[in-house]
């Protein structure tokens, strides 16, 4: 079945410092991949996302590039904020349903 | 755009009670919603499938007579938790999907924390 293995946590930076934050999936077929922050206390939001092969989702600084061939989609950023600090979850959806197929999550926290 | 809204956003029950999450889209609509299921410092687990006008599809586990959803619009499914005891407290998290052509994003709730005495 599917799955997404993300880098595990909790990750510590000080502010201005580059972030990569590993995914890896397996899934059948052609799945889409997502990229999910979560601030404590809220639901899930959007952060970016890509549908197909050597796409590169972006949004807000963060970027991530769909790499068929290591069947990886790593989070990266340039320079965080201490506004980044939140949970980030990779995930995968694939198949007529559309469910998603989530990692464990990463929490992040920058320091100023 | 794609707002997603949960309400409550807490709930603090005795053991005993039944406790009803509605989630609606508000600015769009939305054929499938999906119910999650979140323990402190985990991942989200998927509960079930609400599909609009039939049956929830639930994931292997999951209690359907524990857990009953209704989807009665295209943009207000609901999660009851029926005779709820302190091992269903959790973070409860739902989110909809845009109906269209292709493959559309999960727009998620803010969640709904409940906690059973």
């Known amino acids: 079945g599917d799955s997404v293995t993300q880098m595990e946590g909790p990750v510590t930076l000080s502010e201005e410092a580059c972030l990569t934050i590993?995914?890896?999936?397996?899934?059948?077929?052609?799945?889409?991949l997502f990229w999910y922050v979560q601030y404590p206390g809220e639901g899930l939001q959007l952060l970016l996302k890509a549908t197909k092969a050597d796409d590169k989702g972006s949004n807000k600084g963060f970027e991530a590039t769909y790499r068929k061939e290591t069947t990886s989609f790593h989070l990266e950023k340039g320079s965080v904020q201490v506004s980044d600090s939140a949970v980030y979850f990779c995930a995968l959806s694939s198949g007529g349903n559309e469910k998603l197929t989530f990692g464990t999550g990463t929490r992040l926290t920058i320091i100023p | 755009g794609a707002v997603v809204s949960q309400h409550p956003s807490r709930v603090i029950c005795k053991s005993g009670t039944s406790v009803k999450i509605e989630c609606r889209s508000l600015?769009?609509?939305?054929?499938?919603m999906f119910w999650y299921r979140q323990f402190p410092k985990q991942s989200l687990m998927l509960m079930a499938t609400s599909n609009e006008g039939s049956k929830a599809t639930y994931e292997q586990g999951v209690e359907k007579d524990k857990f009953l959803i209704n989807h009665a619009s295209l943009t207000l499914s609901t999660l009851t938790v029926t005779s709820a005891h302190p091992e269903d407290s959790s973070f409860y998290i739902c989110?909809?999907?845009?109906?269209?052509?292709?493959?559309?994003?999960?727009?998620f709730g803010d969640g709904t924390r409940l906690s059973i005495l």
């Open positions: 590993n995914c890896t999936y397996t899934a059948t077929g052609y799945p889409s």
């Open positions: 989110s909809a999907r845009l109906a269209g052509k292709g493959r559309q994003p999960q727009h």
């Open positions: 600015d769009f609509q939305a054929t499938t």
